[in-house]
């Protein structure tokens, strides 16, 4: 392994147990002793490689009437709302933000 692959592994391993943890990125820098800004740098590299590669799954929507819905994007973003889906609206939205 490289040394750029082992620096990667290193902040990746930081990134993934900062957002298990949920934390916020300054906070779990600090506690840890890690460089805020540096792990500021590699978290947007992280959030950029993920957007660049994100796809959707397939969601199926069942019909039994009002509910609540959770839609979850890769960037973070989540979207609720409570009632009946328009399956169509719906598939715009995602198409949208595709």
């Known amino acids: 392994m490289t040394h750029q692959q082992d620096r990667r592994q290193f902040w990746r391993a930081h990134y993934d147990r900062c957002h298990q943890l949920g ?9 840890e002793g890690l460089t805020v800004s540096v792990f500021y740098g590699w978290s947007k590299r992280f959030k950029r490689e993920a957007s660049a590669t994100s796809r959707f799954t397939r969601v199926e929507i069942g019909t039994t009437g009002p509910a609540d819905y959770r839609l979850r994007l890769p960037n973070g973003l989540v979207l609720e709302w409570s009632g009946t889906a328009d399956t169509a609206q719906l598939a715009r939205l995602v198409k949208s933000l595709a």
């Open 23 to 31: 934390l916020t990125l300054k906070g779990y820098a600090e506690q």
